[in-house]
């Protein structure tokens, strides 16, 4: 009689699903070059900001200027105007400053988070210290500068947000009074002082920051490393000129706000 051999399903067997691939962006990140690429490019959107919000602040140096409906008013308030309504009609008023805050914000967070990701993968890899003294004292000197000033800038920005943009740590701040706010922020001299420090940190910060940039993009082909370094400076030394001649203005007078001198003068508290 023949027999047939039944047999039932195959369970248990070794057989491993193979691993789901991540996407390989994801990939990237997780290594060290992936790292310093991210760095890179969120730390170019953050000088792209720093200057461009710097340009802006100097419109504090043209005092009031005439509307096309005879209204004076301070041009670095007609500046802040223009911003909120960039794009409008296209988009609703504010919606593309939105945007712009949001890269802003996305960067800034991937930038602490990619730093925070290197600074773990080099200690791990760090078993040995480097042999030569001169180079550990360089590398070190350049990454410990890098975090200390880091914090600083992050710290500032928190204030500077909670000084000239939420008000609460300015007294006498005005919602869409910029030039208004200005004065009254920067004529404490312990705030002015603040401004100040903070921005040296940001140079040395943007310094170093733009030197290894070059080096993570790859461009640092030893022909181009004055250029290299002349960039780095140049930035650095131009951001912090123009950042510290705020609160210096401000001091000196040069900046002041006058409410005789615009047409709908800002209500100030307790008059
Ligand atoms: C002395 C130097 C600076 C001055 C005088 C200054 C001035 C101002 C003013 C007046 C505003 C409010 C604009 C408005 O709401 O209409 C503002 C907003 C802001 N500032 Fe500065 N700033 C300085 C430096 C910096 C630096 C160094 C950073 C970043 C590293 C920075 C980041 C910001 C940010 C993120 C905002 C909010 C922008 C927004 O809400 O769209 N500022 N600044």
Same mark, same amino acid.
């Given at each position: 009689m023949a027999q047939t051999l039944s047999r039932g399903p195959v369970s248990g067997?070794?057989?491993?699903?193979?691993a789901k691939k991540k996407p390989f962006i994801i990939d990237l990140y997780a290594t060290a070059v992936g790292k310093k690429y991210v760095m890179a490019i969120t730390g170019l959107i953050g000088i792209g900001f720093v200057i461009t919000h710097m340009i802006g602040n100097? =419109?504090?140096?043209?005092g009031v200027v005439t509307e096309s409906n005879g209204d004076q008013i301070y041009d670095l308030d007609v500046y802040g105007e223009f911003l909120r309504e960039l794009l409008v009609p296209i988009l609703p008023r504010t919606y593309f400053l939105w945007g712009l805050r949001l890269v802003l914000i996305g960067a800034v967070l991937l930038h602490i988070h990619a730093a925070y990701g290197l600074t773990r993968i080099n200690h791990g890899a760090?078993?040995? =210290?480097?042999?030569?003294a001169r180079d550990y004292q360089v590398a070190n000197f350049a990454s410990r500068s890098m975090r200390y000033t880091g914090i600083v800038v992050g710290l500032f920005i928190i204030w500077h947000l909670a000084d000239?943009?939420?008000?609460?740590?300015?007294?006498d701040f005005v919602r869409g009074a910029a030039y208004y706010n200005l004065d009254q922020s920067l004529s404490r001299i312990p705030v002015a002082i603040l401004y100040i420090v903070a921005n040296i940190a940001l140079g040395i910060h943007l310094f170093h920051g733009t030197w290894s940039l070059f080096q993570s993009m790859g461009w640092n082909n030893p022909r181009f490393n004055a250029w290299r370094r002349n960039i780095a400076i140049g930035t650095a030394a131009v951001i912090v000129a123009g950042n510290c001649s705020f609160p210096i203005a401000v001091m000196a007078g040069v900046v002041e706000y006058d409410?005789?001198?615009?047409t709908h003068p800002v209500e100030e508290a307790g008059e």
């Amino acid at each position: 009689m023949a027999q047939t051999l039944s047999r039932g399903p195959v369970s248990g067997t070794a057989v491993k699903a193979p691993a789901k691939k991540k996407p390989f962006i994801i990939d990237l990140y997780a290594t060290a070059v992936g790292k310093k690429y991210v760095m890179a490019i969120t730390g170019l959107i953050g000088i792209g900001f720093v200057i461009t919000h710097m340009i802006g602040n100097l =419109k504090m140096y043209l005092g009031v200027v005439t509307e096309s409906n005879g209204d004076q008013i301070y041009d670095l308030d007609v500046y802040g105007e223009f911003l909120r309504e960039l794009l409008v009609p296209i988009l609703p008023r504010t919606y593309f400053l939105w945007g712009l805050r949001l890269v802003l914000i996305g960067a800034v967070l991937l930038h602490i988070h990619a730093a925070y990701g290197l600074t773990r993968i080099n200690h791990g890899a760090r078993a040995v =210290k480097y042999q030569s003294a001169r180079d550990y004292q360089v590398a070190n000197f350049a990454s410990r500068s890098m975090r200390y000033t880091g914090i600083v800038v992050g710290l500032f920005i928190i204030w500077h947000l909670a000084d000239l943009t939420w008000g609460f740590a300015n007294p006498d701040f005005v919602r869409g009074a910029a030039y208004y706010n200005l004065d009254q922020s920067l004529s404490r001299i312990p705030v002015a002082i603040l401004y100040i420090v903070a921005n040296i940190a940001l140079g040395i910060h943007l310094f170093h920051g733009t030197w290894s940039l070059f080096q993570s993009m790859g461009w640092n082909n030893p022909r181009f490393n004055a250029w290299r370094r002349n960039i780095a400076i140049g930035t650095a030394a131009v951001i912090v000129a123009g950042n510290c001649s705020f609160p210096i203005a401000v001091m000196a007078g040069v900046v002041e706000y006058d409410p005789d001198a615009v047409t709908h003068p800002v209500e100030e508290a307790g008059e």
